[in-house]
């Protein structure tokens, strides 16, 4: 049976989310409430000190492209712990990559190659959150056009198990969240939702 190298699940979680969302458990933070997002400042400002939310544009930008290297060492090494992952991701996010790799894992599937992140878009941020426990925490939108044609996945023979047919690349919408912002404005975003967005794909990386 060939499959599309989890490529959508494993780079967006869209369609894992549907399934596990209710199934995310009780430790995971809930997903943020996007409120009213402000467009990121000019950057031509001539101000030397970063603002609020070019720090928080920059952290969000970092998580992101930490994640794709988390996925493709965790995906790559199956028998290494899980732990790395809750450093880059939370929330319903969270959940749904631990059960995709808890799978993939299951069926002795491992991953040869790296993903690469072809484009890298800051949309909005919005650090006006201020209730935690109903998800209202600041956030960042980030676009990503993502590149697998360099990664394939195989079984325990070696076998690629990859649909010749698959999408090589393909955008993703994420939002980034920090729960902790009181303790750590830089160290605590995590992608804590993503979502397939219906547009060109950009040039392979």
Do not use: H
């Not at 072809?118 to 006006?128: E, G, H, P």
């Amino acid at each position: 049976m060939t499959r599309t190298l989890g490529v959508r699940a494993w780079a967006t979680s869209a369609a894992v989310l549907v399934a596990m969302t209710a199934c995310s458990g009780s430790d995971a933070d809930p997903p943020p409430s996007s409120g009213e997002s402000s467009s990121l400042p000019s950057t031509g400002s001539s101000t030397p000190t970063p603002s609020e939310s070019e720090l928080a544009s920059a952290a969000a930008e970092d998580v992101v492209r930490r994640y794709f290297t988390v996925l493709d060492n965790l995906r790559q090494n199956p028998t290494e712990p899980l732990r790395p992952l809750s450093s880059v991701a939370t929330s319903t996010q969270l959940a749904a990559q631990k059960r995709l790799l808890q799978r993939e894992r299951g069926e002795g599937l491992r991953q040869v190659g790296t993903t690469a992140v072809a484009q890298l878009t800051v949309q909005s941020v919005n650090l006006k959150g201020s209730n935690r426990a109903v998800g209202e925490v600041p956030i960042v939108t980030v676009d990503v056009c993502w590149d697998v044609s360099g990664a394939d996945l195989v079984n325990k023979s070696g076998k690629s198990v990859v649909s010749p047919d698959r999408e090589t690349t393909g955008w993703t919408r994420y939002t980034v969240a920090n729960y902790q912002r009181s303790k750590d404005s830089e160290g605590d975003w995590r992608i804590a939702t993503s979502q397939d967005l219906r547009q060109t794909p950009c040039s392979a990386a």
